[in-house]
């Protein structure tokens, strides 16, 4: 199934997407309330609106929100190693990695704050001039647990979406002199939707039981990458199994892939990519992403006003 939250005339609803029209839960109902449920409440839940819906609207009459557009929390990885290299790579480092990367799977914790939905304005990071997106995918998980095992970790996740890890390069750089994880330079926006799409749907794109989703970024018309899930060098199910040592997921958690190889705009200043740098986003620029079985989510770029500035603090005097 394929499961939305919009925004129509009469306020906010869920519901299920089947071809172009929406099968609306009763008013009040939310995703987050129904993926608590499990995968199997969920689906039972599905099987009722298509039968019996409270409403149904055309989707392209309504404006799609993200699916969860307050997770509980968002943990983003760094699933694709070639990503890694090829940032090392085009900010004139060495393509070698340190053998922890192939140790654990990192991740940074986002904002559930600055979700968008697919067809949202973006806003770029106030005072940056090196704005970026990175094409990810998400998996969400339905399960409250901890301490879980990579196979058990795989069978929490009830639904995936795409995931716009939003990212102002220059802010970036400089939080990361100070060594303590990502702030700033991650906090303009992270785009979820168009939709949650439960596992059962894309069980014909499975290989040899993992998920092989071909993916496409596009700027202004301008396809600046392209590549395949299949190509993740941890699994969700490693992922999370991870981020659950010691600590209790909750349903509705959002877990990152990290970006898909050559679908960022950073990646492309190497002029070993195939692929020009076409420069910095700027206000009005259009950027796109596809992702077989997930959909598209399509959103414009827009300036956001100057950063209020603080006080600069004097150096310690050194003798």
Same mark, same amino acid.
Not at 207 to 212: I, N, T
């Given at each position: 199934?394929?499961?939305?939250?919009?925004?129509?005339?009469? *306020?906010?609803? !869920?519901? +299920?997407?089947?071809?172009?029209?929406?099968?609306?839960?009763?008013?009040?109902?939310?995703?987050?309330?129904?993926?608590?449920?499990?995968?199997?409440?969920?689906?039972? !839940?599905?099987?009722?609106?298509?039968?019996?819906?409270? &409403?149904?609207?055309? &989707?392209?009459?309504? +404006?799609?929100?993200?699916?969860?557009?307050?997770?509980?929390?968002?943990?983003?990885?760094?699933?694709?190693?070639?990503?890694?290299?090829?940032?090392?790579?085009?900010?004139?480092?060495?393509?070698?990695?340190?053998? !922890?990367?192939?140790?654990?799977?990192?991740?940074?914790?986002?904002?559930?704050?600055?979700?968008?939905?697919?067809?949202?304005?973006?806003?770029?990071?106030?005072?940056? +001039?090196?704005?970026?997106?990175?094409?990810?995918?998400?998996?969400?998980? *339905?399960?409250?647990?901890?301490?879980?095992? +990579?196979? =058990?970790?795989?069978?929490?996740?009830?639904?995936?979406?795409?995931?716009?890890?939003?990212?102002?390069?220059?802010?970036?750089?400089?939080?990361?002199?100070? &060594?303590?994880?990502?702030?700033?330079?991650?906090?303009?926006?992270? !785009?979820?939707?168009?939709?949650?799409?439960?596992?059962?749907?894309?069980?014909?794109?499975?290989?040899?039981?993992?998920?092989?989703?071909?993916?496409?970024?596009?700027?202004?018309?301008?396809?600046?990458?392209?590549?395949?899930?299949?190509?993740?060098?941890?699994?969700?199910?490693?992922?999370?199994?991870?981020?659950?040592?010691?600590?209790?997921?909750?349903?509705?958690?959002?877990?990152?892939?990290?970006?898909?190889?050559?679908?960022?705009?950073?990646?492309?200043?190497?002029?070993?990519?195939? =692929?020009?740098?076409?420069?910095?986003?700027?206000?009005?620029?259009?950027?796109?992403?596809?992702? =077989?079985?997930?959909?598209?989510?399509?959103?414009?770029?827009? &300036?956001?006003?100057?950063?209020?500035?603080?006080?600069?603090?004097?150096?310690?005097?050194?003798?």
């Amino acid at each position: 199934m394929r499961w939305v939250t919009y925004r129509g005339e009469d *306020g906010e609803r !869920t519901g +299920v997407l089947d071809g172009e029209v929406i099968h609306a839960c009763a008013p009040g109902v939310t995703l987050l309330e129904l993926i608590r449920l499990g995968p199997d409440g969920l689906r039972e !839940t599905g099987e009722r609106v298509l039968k019996a819906p409270s &409403a149904t609207v055309r &989707a392209d009459e309504v +404006v799609l929100r993200a699916p969860i557009p307050r997770p509980p929390s968002i943990r983003d990885s760094l699933g694709f190693l070639e990503h890694m290299r090829n940032c090392l790579a085009a900010t004139g480092r060495s393509r070698t990695l340190d053998d !922890t990367w192939y140790r654990i799977p990192a991740f940074y914790f986002a904002c559930p704050a600055t979700v968008l939905g697919p067809y949202d304005d973006a806003p770029m990071a106030p005072g940056s +001039v090196c704005q970026d997106f990175e094409l990810e995918i998400a998996a969400i998980i *339905g399960t409250a647990a901890a301490d879980l095992s +990579v196979e =058990q970790a795989e069978q929490a996740i009830i639904g995936y979406t795409i995931f716009n890890d939003w990212s102002a390069r220059d802010l970036q750089a400089q939080e990361g002199v100070l &060594a303590i994880g990502q702030a700033k330079g991650k906090d303009s926006g992270v !785009t979820l939707g168009p939709y949650l799409v439960t596992p059962d749907e894309l069980e014909p794109y499975r290989r040899d039981g993992r998920l092989s989703l071909h993916a496409t970024a596009i700027v202004n018309d301008v396809i600046i990458g392209t590549g395949s899930t299949e190509a993740m060098d941890w699994s969700f199910g490693e992922i999370i199994s991870y981020a659950s040592r010691g600590v209790m997921l909750e349903p509705g958690d959002v877990f990152g892939s990290g970006t898909v190889p050559t679908c960022t705009l950073l990646e492309h200043l190497d002029p070993a990519l195939s =692929q020009p740098f076409p420069g910095w986003l700027s206000d009005s620029d259009v950027v796109t992403l596809q992702v =077989q079985g997930l959909g598209e989510v399509r959103q414009t770029v827009r &300036a956001s006003a100057p950063p209020i500035p603080l006080a600069e603090r004097p150096r310690p005097q050194t003798s």
